[in-house]
Structures are given as structure tokens and as C-alpha cells.
């Protein structure tokens, strides 16, 4: 399954923004200057960006985010088309609904890079089975557990005395006592705090 492992610093920087690839913990490096493209020369590069230009960047700016490679990306979008409604919230919508991003959103993990390693060695069941699969589509009713074999483990442990459903978005829930969390609806584009014009990525791929 491929994925990008260099560093996330370089990506930041591309796109000028904190794409929220670490722990707010940890977060960038002092040395990552998003004011600064990376490379040697980046500061004199610094141009006025044609609308194509735009659009790319915005694009692969989600991709980012959410950690998808492009195929799988112009996928989702392919999708989004087909449902009903704005095609630029829908795919922010099914982005979303990934169960790596869900086990973000309820506080199993502190970035969504570290949800996808914890969903891919199998430590979450999704309506009581084992799901392993970071880029499964969760949907609204759907129940996200911790599973029974994992809960002893040092990390949920620790994970279990920082949880609060309080910073939980509304369209999801969360069970502290069983460590459980369920999608009570679809989000909407206000629930997605994420900094995105999704417009630009539908002039993309419409080009």
C-alpha cells in the first residue's frame, strides 16, 4: 500500500500552510519556514500563480491532508460527481468519512498519519468486525470500537484519560467508558474546520 514517508516539512512548505500532518504536540519544526517554498532557491521563486496553478495546489494541498495518493484521490472525486449536490462537498464528505480520518476525529490518535497506523494494524472493529482498512467509508449508524485485544494496550491506556467528546465534531459520537465512537450522520461543509476551497478543485478536474 503506497504512501509518503519523507518529511512533512517539505509538504508544508510546498503548499505554504500547516497541513496538521503532526501532532498538535509536536507540530513543525521551527526550521519549517511555510513562508518559504523548499529548496535552495525557494524564496526566488515566489511568483504570481496562474489560475491553473491555483487549482493544482489546492488540490494537492487536500491530497496532503488527508494523506491520499492521486489515483485514489481523483477517484473519490469521481464519486463526489456522481452523487447529488455540490461535487466539491461531497468529496470533502467522503474524505471525511475514511475511517483513519473518523478515528481522528474521535481522539484515538493525534494526527491522521498516526489514525491510518493504528487502523492498518488492526486495532479497531467497525459493526463488530475487524476493519484494517484506513480508506473503508464509514456511514452514518456505523459503530467504531476499540477492539477488546487492544484496549490493554499501553497506547489506548493513555489515549483512554485524554479522550473528551467534547471536542468531538457533532456528526459523530463518542463512548468514553467503551471507547466507541459512531457516525450519527454525514458531516456538513460547516463541521469541516479544514482550511479548503473545494470550488478550485472542481475547476481541476473540469478543465
Same mark, same amino acid.
Given at each position: 500500500?503506497?504512501?509518503?514517508?519523507?518529511?512533512?516539512?517539505?509538504?508544508?512548505?510546498?503548499?505554504g500552510?500547516?497541513?496538521?500532518?503532526?501532532?498538535?504536540?509536536?507540530?513543525?519544526?521551527?526550521?519549517?519556514?511555510?513562508?518559504?517554498?523548499?529548496g535552495?532557491?525557494?524564496?526566488?521563486?515566489?511568483?504570481?500563480?496562474?489560475?491553473?496553478a491555483?487549482?493544482?495546489?489546492?488540490?494537492?494541498?487536500?491530497?496532503?491532508i488527508?494523506?491520499?495518493?492521486?489515483?485514489?484521490?481523483?477517484?473519490?472525486?469521481?464519486?463526489?460527481?456522481?452523487?447529488?449536490?455540490?461535487?466539491?462537498?461531497?468529496?470533502?464528505?467522503?474524505?471525511?468519512?475514511?475511517?483513519?480520518?473518523?478515528?481522528?476525529?474521535?481522539?484515538?490518535?493525534?494526527?491522521?498519519?498516526?489514525?491510518?497506523?493504528?487502523?492498518?494494524?488492526?486495532?479497531?472493529?467497525?459493526?463488530?468486525?475487524?476493519?484494517?482498512?484506513?480508506?473503508?467509508?464509514?456511514?452514518?449508524?456505523?459503530?467504531? #470500537?476499540?477492539?477488546?485485544?487492544?484496549?490493554?494496550? #499501553?497506547?489506548?491506556?493513555?489515549?483512554?484519560?485524554?479522550?473528551?467528546?467534547?471536542?468531538?465534531?457533532a456528526w459523530?459520537?463518542?463512548?468514553? #467508558?467503551?471507547? #466507541?465512537?459512531?457516525?450519527v450522520?454525514?458531516?456538513?461543509r460547516?463541521?469541516?474546520?479544514?482550511?479548503?476551497?473545494?470550488?478550485?478543485i472542481?475547476?481541476?478536474y473540469?478543465?
Amino acid at each position: 500500500m503506497a504512501r509518503y514517508i519523507g518529511p512533512t516539512c517539505k509538504l508544508a512548505r510546498r503548499e505554504g500552510v500547516d497541513l496538521e500532518l503532526k501532532s498538535p504536540a509536536r507540530g513543525l519544526e521551527s526550521k519549517c519556514k511555510l513562508n518559504q517554498p523548499p529548496g535552495q532557491h525557494g524564496a526566488s521563486r515566489r511568483v504570481r500563480l496562474s489560475d491553473y496553478a491555483l487549482q493544482l495546489r489546492e488540490k494537492q494541498k487536500v491530497r496532503r491532508i488527508y494523506g491520499v495518493l492521486e489515483r485514489q484521490f481523483r477517484n473519490y472525486y469521481k464519486l463526489a460527481a456522481k452523487q447529488r449536490g455540490a461535487t466539491g462537498e461531497n468529496l470533502l464528505r467522503l474524505l471525511e468519512s475514511r475511517l483513519d480520518n473518523v478515528v481522528y476525529r474521535l481522539g484515538f490518535s493525534s494526527s491522521r498519519a498516526q489514525a491510518r497506523q493504528i487502523v492498518l494494524h488492526g486495532h479497531f472493529d467497525v459493526n463488530g468486525r475487524k476493519t484494517n482498512i484506513p480508506s473503508y467509508l464509514v456511514k452514518p449508524g456505523d459503530i467504531i #470500537t476499540v477492539r477488546d485485544i487492544s484496549r490493554g494496550k #499501553t497506547y489506548f491506556k493513555e489515549v483512554s484519560q485524554i479522550l473528551d467528546d467534547n471536542q468531538v465534531p457533532a456528526w459523530l459520537s463518542l463512548d468514553l #467508558t467503551n471507547l #466507541t465512537g459512531k457516525m450519527v450522520d454525514l458531516p456538513s461543509r460547516d463541521d469541516i474546520d479544514v482550511s479548503i476551497n473545494e470550488q478550485l478543485i472542481v475547476e481541476y478536474y473540469s478543465r
